[in-house]
């Protein structure tokens, strides 16, 4: 199945993430264990076979090889997320969408995801523990716009998946099997 995999992420800087750490951390610890996170999610990400890698980033962060990078844009989450399907999306091909700080990341949960968007899924979700979610993927990543609306076989319409799945919270961590949206 071919999937364009979308990293959603925020350049590792101090006083810009991970700032619920501080205190007890330090604006540049924080900032490292930001770093860290990105680039495990890097890693695993890059060893998912994609059409393309794409990072859709807040800030400025060297762009791996191989990797194709979109700023960030929107007022807010919801909007930066639906940015970031229909900034990136490419004719026929499913978007998976994680974030950069997803410990409980590997290259199986991401193949479950792919699969189901190639099994007919029009969107999998990865639920996490708190009640928020860690991969959102969309077989048509247009369908992400609020002005679009997509018809069932009921001959009802549907409306965008990003705005009305919820992102993970503080206590996201917990691993996940993707399931339909």
């Keep these: 199945m071919s999937v364009q995999l979308l990293l959603f992420a ?61 700023a960030q844009r929107g007022p807010g989450l919801a909007a930066r997320l639906v940015h970031a399907y229909t900034d990136t999306a490419l004719t026929g091909i499913p978007s998976l969408l994680v974030g950069m700080d997803t410990p409980q990341l590997t290259t199986a949960l991401l193949t479950t995801a792919v699969h189901a968007l190639g099994n007919g899924a029009d969107a999998v979700l990865g639920p996490a523990e708190d009640g928020g979610w860690w991969t959102l ?25 990003a705005p009305a799945c919820p992102p993970s919270t503080y206590g996201t961590g ?6 339909k949206c």
């Design 10 to 70: 925020k350049a590792p800087q101090p006083g810009r993430v991970k700032t619920r750490l501080c205190p007890p951390a330090t604006p540049e610890q924080a900032a490292a264990i930001a770093q860290a996170a990105l680039a495990d999610t890097i890693d695993v990400l890059s060893a998912v076979p994609a059409v393309r890698r794409t990072i859709v980033l807040s800030g400025r962060y060297p762009v791996p090889a191989g990797w194709h990078t979109v």
């Design 174 to 179: 917990a691993s996940a099997t993707p399931g």
């Design 137 to 161: 993927g969309l077989r048509d990543p247009t369908c992400a716009a609020p002005s679009a609306r997509r018809c069932t076989t009921w001959g009802r319409c549907a409306p965008p998946a």
